[in-house]
């Protein structure tokens, strides 16, 4: 079974090329149930030569992607598993798109060892594949603070991240049918998912990046704050920036040569 919610962000958010390079980020859900043949020929086909897993251990098999290590992809544990007070209140207090929105600066500034790994890992030579569960929370802040290393305008991160809605049902379905168990504890003990989080609202991107901003200057800032080496975010520019933001680096270069 093909991946859910696989896309390439610079083929739909920039298909010209000006920001991003084709072929080089993809996202999406993780393999339901495990990565077989036709994820690796999926993956195989868009060059994609490093799988980097943002789930948390408890998520997470070995069998999930023991067939593409086989066929010899990289696969990162980039753990992303923030667990603290404070993210649990913001949790039970969910009831908008701009609470989902806060919630995720909390879970990146409470991951900052997991989300360094990520960026490191989204260096390597080839295409790079970057997952969670749903290919929405922590894939869509990881994959929003990537695009917007490159210049991508907000409202074009924040419509690459809405696209998860289309196979929404999918993957949810997957969800329910692999964690089963887990859900019918967590319903037993008067647990309820917040409505936001069962959808990729447009508001809670669009909060996510005005509070970048505004708490860190913007991506450079939150990452670097996570412990992410100027190199490294320089690294990612020169892999993955389209025409424009190339030259737009080129001239800054110039011009503080100068």
Known sequence: MSLVNFRDPATLTDPAGRWIRPGVLFRSAQPFPAADAAVVAQLREHGVTTVVDLRSEAESSPEDWAAAEAAGLAVVAARMEPTNEELGRALRAMTTAEDLGAFYLLMAESAPRGLAAAVE????????????????????????????????????????YARTNAAIRQIWAGLADRNRAALNAAEAEGFTVPAPLLEAPAGAMSTFLDLVRTRHGGAAGLLAACGVPAGTLDAFRAKAAGSEAAAASTITAEVTAC
């Open 121 to 160: 890992a989204v260096v390597r030579p080839g295409g790079v594949l970057v997952h969670c569960a749903a290919g929405k929370d922590r894939t869509g802040l990881l994959t929003a603070l990537l695009l917007e290393l490159l210049g991508v305008p907000a409202e074009e991160i924040v419509a690459d």
